[in-house]
T-cell receptor, first 114, second 116 residues
């Protein structure tokens, strides 16, 4: 049972345009959400996070939006750069849980074309 | 600042054997988590250690076990290896028992385990 779903396995955009990566979750106990980026042969790298008390968090070119009623979040990258090409994982956390585990989606492969 | 390092990078084992994977935490971090990433999947939580004690476990059988040492380095042991154990094993460290809530997890590059 996938509690965090990234329904697009891949996304291709042109350099300079906006990349929008989507994520849906089913567990209403999740209250903290993170995005990780992963290059081949490297571990995931933390990108940006958002608490459920917010609906938007921005860090430079990266913005995460959270729609709690729809159990949906999205990551916007503007403008997209070729170096952004990587697999992006959405992850969720129940901060009231006892073991602080992250539940990850399957990832979306972003390709930014020059 | 030294990041999370894992060894070995690649490993091939035979079904039924035992394996030990090692992880050195990022300096200043006292919590270690282990994740399994199968091909085409996202990382799945195995367990977390804080101050040398397991303080959380995912849906993995007891043949998956771990240790955390006083210097906060960690080991993941898997007994009676099965073909489905073939995966990338990721170690992540963080500061504080809050784990990823108080500070994001910092991942190592992983150990690629192949079971034949």
């Amino acid at each position: 049972d996938q509690q965090v779903k990234q329904n697009s396995p891949s996304l291709s955009v042109q350099e300079g345009r906006i990349s929008i990566l989507n994520c849906d979750y089913t567990n209403s106990m999740f209250d903290y959400f993170l995005w990780y980026k992963k290059y081949p042969a490297e571990g995931p790298t933390f990108l940006i996070s958002i608490s459920s008390i917010k609906d938007k968090n921005e860090d430079g070119r990266f913005t995460v939006f959270l729609n709690k009623s729809a159990k949906h979040l999205s990551l916007h990258i503007v403008p997209s750069q070729p170096g952004d090409s990587a697999v992006y994982f959405c992850a969720a956390l129940n901060s009231g849980g006892s073991n602080y585990k992250l539940t990850f989606g399957k990832g979306t492969l972003l390709t930014v074309n020059p | 600042e030294t990041g999370v390092t894992q060894s070995p990078t690649h490993l091939i084992k035979t079904r039924g054997q035992q394996v030990t994977l090692r992880c050195s935490s990022q300096s200043g971090h006292n919590t270690v988590s282990w994740y399994q990433q199968a091909l085409g999947q996202g990382p799945q939580f195995i367990f977390q250690y804080y101050r040398e004690e397991e303080n959380g476990r995912g849906n993995f059988p007891p043949r998956f076990s771990g240790l955390q040492f006083p210097n906060y380095s960690s080991e993941l042991n898997v007994n009676a290896l099965e073909l489905d154990d073939s995966a990338l094993y990721l170690c992540a460290s963080s500061q504080g028992q809050g784990g990823s809530y108080n500070s994001p997890l910092h991942f190592g590059n992983g150990t690629r385990l192949t079971v034949t």
